[in-house]
């Protein structure tokens, strides 16, 4: 068992779910050499983090893997992704569409999907294989991690026991919620438990598939229970016809031995259908923060940076957004044209956006189902529990329009004086600085997304001298930029602006009409001093 040092890339990333083989796909693509380390040779069948949201697809467009992620999908297409909640029972007639993300289609790229997070792995994987400056260490374990000012060495043993140290320039830990590299790096967390024990039940059952075909379009449902104070119990499709998972809260102790999960689950949905478990598994409901998300050379995303229970599809989606926000900047620095405060940004913008998602969404929507389910009961008013009832099904459409992570408040962009990061905002065409840049026609037939550079983007609808001053003044700064010329016209006009920075991961660093360009690339490339 020896333990060799060898010189590995100039990043290790060490976790190889979907947050970390993304961010590797994402610098590898802007020609970093990244070396990623995981515990398991391959996806662990577990589904979990099945919703895929617009935005996040756009990724995997940038990245090349758009069209064999949907052809992966275990539910067809003409099926539909939609979802519902009910109240009582599953099939107790009272429900609403619930997480309606068609309703701001219009301002993203791509449509959202929806698959198990062990086949969104295997195409990640298989899209890493494709990229020469990834390297992948399946079966290896992360153990230590030490920084110096020169770099960071990272210590990872194999399934057999054979040790060795990597050294890299920076390590990002995706390693999960129980992270190695959060904890070796001293990055403490802010923590909120809501002390309950939940189950993960997946199963196999053709009745239930029956059941719910009353239901058409639906792939994952809500059921919302007095006796649960606002808790879920949650079912979800694997595939069509047969697989299937359900979350839900169980007394403390609980264990796979002791509790009748066969009759939970029939209580849950009001009938009788056949059962085969396939797995049982526990979690603690909780909300975890890192207080920063960056500790020198030592960076952290994903459930590493940040964990909450999976309600509303935020989980795996605000990790993949950490891994964007990551690696243009990494990329930028370790090429030499990112400015000093770039990396500090990260943690500037990211933290704040998940601080709002975990309290204005996730733990909001817990509090106001239980004071719903305290107020109102079919039982005891039938006719106000109905009209409470149809208000939470516009305020299921309002909560969708309303997430809208931005970065007004960030340092490198130039938002509203006075503003906030945060993950509440709207959905608009305008251009907006901190804000993700909406799709538009382009004169030409294509759209702007499939226009735009990998680094920074000068969108030029009719400024008479824009592109070209912005063109000179990042070749002098040595600032990637494309420059996309048009008319403020066709919809266009929608931007608000003649000029638009656009940053490389699709967000807005400046709009307007008139523009002091070396001042603007600076800001919005770190070089704040």
């Not at 226009?451 to 003044?473: V, Y």
């Amino acid at each position: 068992m020896q333990n060799p040092t060898d010189q590995s890339a100039p990043v290790v990333i060490v976790g190889g779910g979907p947050v970390g083989i993304g961010l590797a796909i994402d610098l590898g693509l802007r020609g970093i050499r990244t070396t990623v380390v995981e515990r398991y040779i391959d996806p662990q069948p577990i589904p979990k983090g099945q919703n895929l949201t617009q935005r996040t697809m756009e990724h995997f467009h940038f990245w090349g893997a758009e069209e064999e992620l949907r052809a992966a999908r275990t539910v067809p297409r003409e099926y539909g992704i939609g979802g519902m909640t009910s109240y009582g029972t599953l099939l107790s007639g009272h429900s609403y569409d619930w997480l309606q993300r068609e309703l701001v289609r219009p301002f993203y790229f791509t449509d959202n999907e929806r698959l198990p997070q062990y086949a969104t792995e295997a195409v990640l994987r298989r899209r890493a294989a494709q990229i020469s400056t990834i390297e992948t260490l399946y079966g290896w374990t992360c153990e230590t991690v030490c920084q110096d000012v020169d770099g960071v060495s990272i210590g990872i043993v194999d399934r057999a026991g054979n040790k060795r140290t990597v050294r890299a320039e920076c390590v990002v830990g995706c390693d999960g919620s129980r992270s190695t590299v959060r904890e070796q790096a001293g990055i403490s967390q802010t923590r909120s438990d809501h002390d309950r024990l939940m189950v993960l039940l997946v199963f196999r059952s053709t009745g239930l598939h029956q059941l719910l075909e009353r239901y058409p379009g639906k792939s994952f449902y809500n059921v919302l229970h007095p006796e649960l104070e606002g808790y879920w119990k949650f079912f979800g499709r694997v595939d069509l016809g047969s697989t299937w998972f359900f979350h839900a809260p169980v007394p403390a102790g609980t264990t796979r031995h002791n509790f009748d999960f066969r009759n939970y689950l029939l209580e849950a949905a009001g009938a009788e259908f056949d059962v085969e478990f396939q797995h049982i598994g526990f979690w603690d409901l909780r909300f975890a923060l890192a207080d920063t998300y960056r500790a020198g050379r030592i960076f952290i995303a994903g459930d590493a940076a940040h964990s909450h229970p999976p309600y509303g599809g935020y989980g795996v989606n605000s990790g993949l957004e950490d891994a964007v926000n990551l690696s243009w900047k990494l990329a930028a620095v370790l090429q030499g044209w990112g400015g000093e405060d770039l990396l500090d940004s990260y943690d500037l913008e990211r933290r704040p956006v998940f601080a709002s998602t975990a309290r204005d969404f996730i733990e909001k929507s817990i509090f106001e189902d239980r004071n719903f389910l305290r107020a109102h009961n079919p039982l005891r008013d039938r006719a106000a529990f109905e009209a409470a009832w149809r208000e939470r099904q516009s305020g299921a459409r309002a909560e969708v329009n309303a997430f809208e992570p931005h970065y007004e408040g960030s340092p490198i962009v130039w938002g509203s004086h006075g503003a906030e990061s945060s993950a509440i905002g709207s959905h608009i065409h305008a251009a907006r600085a901190g804000h993700h840049l909406a799709p538009q026609l382009l004169t030409g037939g294509k759209n702007v997304f499939e226009e735009l550079g990998r680094d920074f983007t000068l969108i030029n609808l009719g400024a008479s001298s824009g592109g070209s001053a912005f063109a000179a003044a990042a070749a002098d700064l040595g600032v990637p930029l494309k420059v996309i010329s048009d008319f403020a016209s066709g919809g266009r006009e929608k931007y608000g602006s003649r000029l638009i920075l656009v940053r490389p991961d699709q967000f807005v660093a400046w709009a307007g009409d008139e523009a002091e360009p070396v001042g603007i690339l600076q800001r919005s490339i770190g070089q704040l001093h």
